[in-house]
């Protein structure tokens, strides 16, 4: 079966720099969740969308943003890196926002800020 | 707020022998819980859920999972584990407070050692 893609799988950038992380849901899963998980902790809701419009927000910091595009792919972008942005970040999709539905996680990106 | 709590960072246990990763929940209203597991170097894989209905849930692996609302509990557990189950198990809750659309709210994770 199909399953959430994220890319890169790897990342290294510096302070100050962009980057750019990107989500492929499951097909026919309109619904798009990011989470940033750090070093030992559990993962935290950053933002997510549903139906290309962001439906919810969490502890996205404001150099972060993301959207969602007419094929529900999303996209993360980070600016202005800083040391505590090393984490890895995790994509999960739904089909629809209701609360009984699980969210299928992709195997994340693992962004390592120097 | 919406939280789930994972009262033991390590769980271990003899290959063949039950397991037990614990669980528990404070929520408004009805919960939706989730158990994920989590290999290193990989994403969370859902295991099982709870919305309403039997207690005892069943999912992927021969994981259970029984849901106690007097203790507000939500318990993970296996009749024998195996090696290959150690890795870090998450517990999660549904988002429910302000209009959220639903994400996870995850405990801070359990890891699970199974010796041979």
């Known amino acids: 079966a199909a399953g959430v893609i994220q890319s890169p799988r790897h990342l290294i950038k510096e302070k100050r720099e962009t980057a750019t992380l990107k989500c492929y849901p499951i097909?026919?899963?309109?619904?798009v969740y990011w989470y940033q998980q750090g070093p030992g902790q559990d993962p935290q809701f950053l933002i997510s969308f549903y139906e290309k419009m962001q439906s919810d927000k969490g502890s996205i910091p404001d150099r972060f943003s993301a959207q969602q595009f007419s094929d529900y792919h999303s996209e993360l972008n980070m600016s202005s890196l800083e040391l505590g942005d090393s984490a890895l970040y995790f994509c999960?999709?739904?089909?629809?926002?209701?609360?009984?539905?699980?969210?299928?996680f992709g195997p994340g990106t693992r962004l390592t800020v120097t | 707020a919406q939280s789930v709590a994972q009262p033991e960072d390590q769980v271990n246990v003899a290959e063949g022998n039950p397991l037990t990763v614990k669980c528990t929940y404070s929520v408004s209203g009805n919960p939706y819980l989730f158990w994920y597991v989590q290999y290193p170097n990989r994403g969370l894989q859902f295991l099982l859920k709870y919305i309403t209905g039997d207690n005892l849930v069943k999912g992927s692996y021969g994981f259970e999972a029984e849901f106690n609302k007097s203790q507000t509990s939500f318990h993970l557990k296996k009749p024998s584990a195996l090696v290959s189950d150690s890795a870090l198990y998450f517990c999660?809750?549904?988002?429910?407070?302000?209009?959220?659309?639903?994400?996870?709210?995850f405990g801070k994770g359990t890891k699970l050692s199974v010796k041979p």
């Open positions: 999960a999709s739904s089909l629809g926002t209701a609360h009984s539905y699980e969210q299928y």
């Open positions: 097909p026919r899963h309109d619904t």
């Open positions: 999660a809750v549904r988002d429910m407070l302000g209009g959220s659309q639903g994400n996870l709210i």
